[in-house]
């Protein structure tokens, strides 16, 4: 992404550096301690989480049926299960790192939806997480624009 002088590529840093020229969102807290949960979900969701989901997925979408690996979907879908079973959900907050809606949100609920796509059975608690990041206005408004 290039934004007058300044480029800035990877998913993160260019969601990282629009949050910042627009603080006046709550995407991402200025306050250290908001920011760092959202900054622990944010390094969970891009390392531990969508790590083997993204790899299954590549094998169940992107990779022809008769060149998948077995042994690799085995593999990505047990890991993606002990990732997802470690996510505990803090029954005080409506989202991932408090009671605002985050960039960590964008990053778990889609990651988490990969893996609902991929066929991982979520729990209850983190079905409804993903139920409610995808049913803000603002999610369908943007899925809306993207499927135009």
């Known amino acids: 992404m290039i934004d007058e002088k300044v480029s800035v590529s990877e998913t993160l840093a260019i969601c990282i550096y629009l949050c910042e020229q627009h603080p006046d969102t709550c995407l991402y807290p200025t306050e250290p301690q908001e920011k760092a949960s959202v900054h622990s979900w ?3 969701a891009l390392t531990d989480l969508e790590a083997p989901v993204w790899n299954l997925l590549k094998q169940m979408v992107f ?82 624009k993207n499927n135009q």
Request: net charge neutral; aromatic share 10%.
């Open 42 to 44: 944010l390094s969970f």
């Open 63 to 144: 990779i022809p049926e008769d060149q998948r690996s077995p042994d690799l979907m085995s593999y990505f879908t047990h890991e993606a299960k002990n990732v997802i079973s470690q996510i505990s959900l803090n029954p005080t907050h409506l989202w991932i790192a408090g009671s605002s809606f985050t960039l960590a949100d964008i990053f778990m609920s889609h990651a988490l939806q990969w893996a609902k796509l991929c066929g991982i059975e979520i729990n209850k608690e983190i079905d409804g997480y993903i139920t409610r990041a995808m049913s803000r206005p603002a999610f369908l408004r943007a899925q809306k």
